[in-house]
């Protein structure tokens, strides 16, 4: 695709597909950083970043098919993840005082 | 018309008054109940016979529908025919006798009032057993009657060998019982009832072989009520049951139900020539083999066990000879003089506090002379001495023998004079000669069981004394081996109504004239008067040859005993059948169950599924648990894999489904 054409596209407005790559990425991200980091905050910021990849698709399905319930579908995860953070840190910091670590593989009292 | 049904209710209605308040009431009331209620009955089966005109239709009393399912269809009847009278007289007459006789003899046992309360359960279902119209209801009374001889064999249940009799009583007649069942399926089958009436109305119009069958099958449970071969064995171990029992249920009515049960099917056997050859070889065998027994034993009540199991061979030569009514009349005969032999015997263990070795004994003519009297006239009718009432049954058993086949006669006659031999063994061992006994200065049981022991025949039935120690309280504090007494009146009294029996019984009641209408009688035998000739001889020779061995040279049977060596060891012991049975079928059952069914089958397999159920459960989980890491970012790993896996599967089926 040549400069002039890209130009023209976005013209006409950014592609959905561009949006849903996008969202796909962040996901991945959010994915691997939960995976692969071991700091509670930063997999908390993961679920984050995977939440709001999510909601990525829902607007970007909700203005490609002219329909509302993407944007209510956005608005329900955006309440839950608030939700969640409010729990979510104060557990995080129960679990700090309590153990004095925020290393998420030192908590593993419910193995086997 | 008679109300039939009271006659068995009556020794109920004392069985639940003294079963269930026993304990609370005094002797005298327990023993008032118990005999007055078989007095009753046995003065209701008088008026019945009373009243009966005997006319071609028995009576049949219809109470209710006990079994209505498809074609079963079985009534609570009962039926009074002939031969239900007779055997109705005996049991409620020689019931009546025993009752009064045990008030005296168990006076001093503890359990009293269990005793009464079994004794009548006992009358209750004997009753039902002859009574009943039909296969069912006199299987009723057949076990019945089983289950009260084990209660009572196993009346001294804190004596290890009285419990193991009693078990063997029970196991043994299972066999039978399981032999009579099956007769009762194929009769079902055949005749599509069990009514009496029925069956053997239709009975000449059934196949050969079927019949046969049944028969056989029948004979069977007899052999195991009745003490045939080869179930005899629980007999001889059943003395370990009080004397009363002994003589009641062991040799004057329940023993006797296989005969009345083979009599009562005549028609069935009659249609069965092969079943009543077969009857009549193992009636002869047993009586045979049961007598050369009795010649060598000690104990007196053994003695007597295994005369009655001799006498009932008998009985079942006459039932198979087709001389039914033969069969019945020495039933009652031997009744008589059975069952006064054991009250005797009671009696002589009684004065001898609790002794039954007739080692022990001698010279108790002159403690004891009612006893001794009475004793002599049951011996002399058992020996069938002319005149008495075992005499008349005996010939006429042995004639119907001669005539169906002579060599049956002659066994029988050899039969007779051995019965004759070892009766007046014991009669001589006990009453002549010098008191053997007392000369122990330790007590009853002690001492005998020494001298057991050193007879080196330590076999646990041998010590079969019903733990008879009355001596002491009762009669003045003379210790257990102390000089010998007469047995109160209440003992002495059915002694001597019995020893009338049987010296009468022949003359006062002619079964097969009785019973001509049922059993047709024999054809005459040619030569009859040298038949009993010849019967009476053996009897008598047998008198004498016992005469000449145990009280003119009483040293005499010592040097046979040693002359014969092996042989003698062999019949005193038995002829080790107990331990053939215990080698070939108890103990192969034993080992054999404890190896496949304990160790194999419970062990193996059901233990082992059980178990192996659990155990794998648990190594599965074991394994499994460590999914379960408690890790989040595995978790989360696995869920990541899920979804991969996921997305591919969908991928490869072509993408999501509109």
């Known amino acids: 695709m040549d400069p002039q054409a890209a130009l023209q596209m976005l013209h006409k407005g950014v592609p959905t597909s561009w949006y849903l790559a996008l969202s796909a990425v962040l996901f991945t991200i959010g994915v691997a950083g939960f995976i692969l980091r071991r700091n509670i905050i930063t997999v908390f910021m993961c679920i984050e970043l995977m939440l709001n990849a999510v909601n990525l698709s829902f607007i970007a399905f909700?203005?490609?098919?002219?329909?509302?319930s993407g944007h209510l579908f956005t608005f329900f995860v955006m309440v839950v993840a608030a939700a969640e953070a409010a729990v979510g840190l104060a557990i995080i910091l129960t679990v700090f005082k309590n153990r004095s670590t925020l290393n998420i593989d030192e908590i593993d009292s419910l193995k086997n | 018309m008679q109300n039939l049904w009271l006659i068995p209710a009556l020794p109920f209605i004392g069985f639940l008054i003294n079963g269930i308040l026993g304990r609370k009431l005094s002797k005298a009331v327990v023993s008032s109940i118990a005999v007055l209620s078989v007095v009753l009955s046995f003065g209701l089966v008088v008026s019945v016979g009373l009243s009966s005109d005997w006319g071609a239709n028995p009576i049949h009393q219809h109470y209710f529908t006990w079994i209505q399912s498809g074609g079963v269809n079985i009534g609570w009847d009962f039926m009074v025919d002939k031969l239900t009278m007779i055997m109705l007289m005996v049991v409620t007459g020689i019931g009546s006798l025993i009752h009064i006789y045990a008030t005296g003899y168990m006076a001093h046992e503890e359990g009293y009032y269990r005793f009464f309360a079994y004794l009548n359960l006992f009358m209750f279902f004997m009753l039902n057993l002859v009574l009943g119209a039909n296969y069912l209801l006199l299987f009723v009374g057949w076990e019945g009657v089983g289950l009260c001889s084990y209660l009572l064999i196993g009346f001294y249940f804190v004596k290890k060998s009285a419990t193991t009799a009693g078990n063997k009583a029970f196991i043994v007649n299972r066999i039978g019982d399981f032999g009579f069942s099956l007769a009762m399926f194929l009769i079902f089958m055949t005749f599509g009832s069990l009514d009496f009436g029925k069956v053997f109305a239709a009975a000449p119009g059934k196949p050969a072989e079927t019949l046969t069958a049944i028969a056989l099958l029948m004979l069977l449970g007899a052999t195991g009520k009745s003490a045939q071969i080869p179930l005899y064995v629980w007999l001889p171990d059943a003395m370990e049951g009080p004397t009363p029992v002994s003589a009641l249920i062991h040799a004057a009515t329940m023993v006797t139900a296989g005969v009345y049960m083979c009599s009562r099917s005549a028609a069935i056997f009659l249609k069965a020539p092969i079943a009543m050859d077969t009857v009549a070889i193992v009636g002869l065998a047993t009586a045979v083999f049961a007598a050369t027994i009795g010649l060598t034993q000690y104990d007196i009540k053994k003695v007597f066990a295994y005369s009655t199991v001799s006498q009932l061979g008998y009985m079942f030569l006459g039932v198979g000879v087709g001389a039914f009514s033969a069969g019945v009349w020495h039933l009652m005969t031997h009744a008589f003089f059975k069952a006064l032999l054991f009250m005797g015997a009671g009696s002589v263990i009684h004065a001898c506090g609790g002794e039954q070795d007739m080692r022990q004994m001698g010279g108790l003519k002159k403690y004891t002379p009612w006893t001794c009297g009475v004793l002599a006239c049951a011996s002399l009718a058992i020996a069938g001495v002319p005149g008495t009432?075992?005499?008349?049954?005996?010939?006429?058993?042995?004639?119907?023998?001669?005539?169906?086949?002579?060599?049956?006669?002659?066994?029988?006659?050899?039969?007779?004079?051995?019965?004759?031999?070892?009766?007046?063994?014991?009669?001589?061992?006990?009453?002549?000669?010098?008191?053997?006994?007392?000369?122990?200065?330790?007590?009853?049981?002690?001492?005998?069981?020494?001298?057991?022991?050193a007879d080196n025949h330590a076999h646990a039935d041998h010590h079969g004394h019903d733990d008879h120690a009355h001596g002491g309280q009762a009669h003045g504090g003379h210790g257990a081996h102390g000089t010998p007494h007469e047995s109160p009146w209440s003992m002495l009294g059915p002694l001597v109504v019995l020893a009338f029996l049987s010296l009468a019984g022949g003359f006062l009641f002619n079964i097969p004239k009785f019973l001509e209408s049922m059993f047709p009688l024999h054809e005459e035998v040619a030569n009859e008067q040298m038949l009993m000739g010849i019967s009476i001889a053996a009897g008598l020779i047998g008198i004498a040859v016992s005469y000449f061995l145990y009280v003119v040279s009483p040293e005499v049977p010592a040097r046979i005993a040693g002359a014969l060596g092996g042989i003698y060891t062999l019949v005193y012991n038995k002829y080790f059948v107990d331990e053939l049975y215990d080698a070939t079928i108890v103990q192969p059952l034993v080992e054999g169950s404890t190896a496949v069914l304990w160790h194999g089958l419970d062990q193996g397999v059901i233990d082992g599924a059980v178990n192996g159920a659990g155990s794998g459960s648990r190594s599965i989980g074991g394994v499994l648990k460590h999914l379960q890491s408690g890790n989040i970012r595995t978790y989360a790993t696995w869920v990541v894999v899920g979804s991969v896996i996921l997305l591919v599967a969908m991928g490869l089926n072509g993408g999501m489904v509109r």
């Open chain 1, 62 to 68: 909700a203005h490609e098919h002219k329909q509302v």
């Open chain 2, 389 to 453: 009432s075992g005499f008349f049954s005996k010939d006429a058993i042995l004639t119907a023998a001669y005539a169906h086949a002579p060599w049956m006669f002659w066994v029988g006659v050899v039969t007779a004079g051995m019965t004759a031999f070892y009766v007046w063994r014991a009669f001589w061992m006990t009453f002549w000669g010098e008191y053997r006994g007392g000369h122990a200065s330790a007590a009853a049981g002690h001492g005998h069981d020494a001298h057991a022991h």
